[in-house]
């Protein structure tokens, strides 16, 4: 019988397996789609930069402008709390104030 070390680590090597399996499938995938993009693209007029920019200056320009969309994102939600608030103040305190009420009110005799 297998131990639960033993065991853990079987399914960890075929997690790691199946990983790496959709790995190279998605590589591929990007591979056909990169080659047929070429093809296509090698048949259009050829488009002149002055300054072309790198394949990883161009990902980390991506990457920046995502994070700024987050982080813009994340502000937005924190406005959206703050400014609903007073209102969750005004409700904890409405239920809070009911309560007292509530216990003030004398029980009802048993029979």
């Known amino acids: 019988m297998a131990t639960a070390?033993?065991?853990?680590?079987?399914?960890?090597?075929q997690?790691?397996?199946s990983m790496e399996q959709g790995q190279k499938a998605a590589i591929d995938a990007v591979?056909?789609?990169?080659?047929?993009?070429?093809?296509?693209?090698s048949k259009l007029p050829?488009?002149?930069f002055a300054?072309?920019?790198?394949?990883?200056?161009?990902?980390?320009?991506?990457?920046s402008f995502t994070e700024r969309v987050f982080n813009s994102n994340r502000e937005f939600a924190t406005?959206?709390?703050e400014a609903v608030l007073p209102a969750t103040r005004a409700a904890t305190a409405?239920?809070?104030s009911a309560a007292a009420q509530t216990s003030k009110i004398p029980s009802p005799p048993k029979p």
Do not use: C, H, M
Request: hydrophobic share 35%; aromatic share 8%; net charge negative.
């Open 51 to 63: 300054d072309p920019a790198k394949p990883s200056e161009l990902l980390e320009n991506s990457y």
């Open 5 to 13: 070390l033993e065991t853990t680590k079987q399914i960890q090597d």
């Open 46 to 48: 050829e488009l002149v």
């Open 94 to 96: 409405g239920t809070q």
């Open 31 to 41: 591979r056909t789609w990169a080659e047929t993009v070429e093809t296509t693209f």
């Open 79 to 81: 406005r959206v709390f």
């Open 15 to 17: 997690v790691l397996a």
